[in-house]
C-alpha cells in the first residue's frame, strides 16, 4: 500500500464508506485532534511509571483512540460499516473511574489549582489531558451539526479526568509536590 494517494490534493479527505468531506470538516478536525492525543499518549508511554500507569494500560488507550477516531471517521449513516470491534473503546467508563479514585488516592489532596509540571510524566500526562480537552470541544462542535455516538464524547470526557489524575499521581510518587497556581496579590 502506498502511502500516497494524491485523492487529497484538492484539499479533501475520504470518510469511511467513501464519502469526501473538506478537510476542513468539523469531522476532521476532531479525529485529527484525536490522532494528535495519541501522539501525546504515545510520548506519555516513555515517562509513565508504575504504579501509577502501565504500558497495557496507556496502549489500551492508544487503541480506544484509534476506535473513536474511526467512528468519527464514519458518517452517522454509515455506522453499520465499522462491525462490533469498531463501535465502542475497550475501557468502560466504570473501569477508568475506578482507576481515576486509585489514582487520586495516591497523591494529596488538592488544595489550590495545580499548573502543569513537576516530572516529566507529570508534564506528558497534563499535555494529553489538554489535547484530549480540545478532542473534546471538537467533538462538541460537531454534535451540533451530526448525530453522534454519545459513547465518543463520554470517554474523551473521563479519560481527560484519568489524565489528570495520573499527572497528580505521578509527582506524588516521585515525591515531588505539584506546582500550585498562586494568585498574585
Known amino acids: 500500500m502506498k502511502l500516497y494517494t494524491r485523492t487529497g490534493d484538492d484539499g479533501s479527505s475520504g470518510l469511511f464508506g467513501g464519502d469526501r468531506v473538506s478537510k476542513s470538516h468539523l469531522r476532521l478536525v476532531a479525529y485529527g485532534t484525536l490522532d494528535e492525543l495519541n501522539s501525546v499518549m504515545g510520548l506519555l508511554l516513555l515517562y509513565a511509571t508504575a504504579p501509577c500507569a502501565t504500558q497495557e494500560t496507556l ?15 464514519t458518517p452517522a449513516n454509515r455506522q453499520e460499516l465499522l462491525g462490533a470491534r469498531m463501535s465502542a473503546p475497550t475501557w468502560t467508563l466504570a473501569d477508568m473511574e475506578a482507576d481515576i479514585d486509585r489514582l487520586t488516592a495516591l497523591a494529596p489532596p488538592m488544595t489550590a489549582f495545580v499548573l502543569p509540571g513537576g ?6 500526562a497534563h499535555l494529553a ?14 454534535t451540533h451539526e451530526e448525530p453522534l455516538n454519545p459513547a465518543v464524547l463520554a470517554y474523551l470526557n473521563r479519560l481527560s479526568d484519568w489524565l489528570f489524575a495520573l499527572a497528580r499521581a505521578e509527582n506524588a510518587t516521585a515525591g515531588v509536590a505539584d506546582i500550585q497556581w498562586m494568585p498574585k496579590d
Open 129 to 142: 489531558r489538554t489535547v484530549c480537552r480540545r478532542a473534546e470541544r471538537e467533538v462538541v462542535a460537531l
Open 59 to 73: 496502549q489500551r488507550v492508544q487503541h480506544d483512540l484509534f476506535v473513536l477516531g474511526a467512528i468519527l471517521a
Open 119 to 124: 516530572t516529566s510524566a507529570s508534564a506528558h
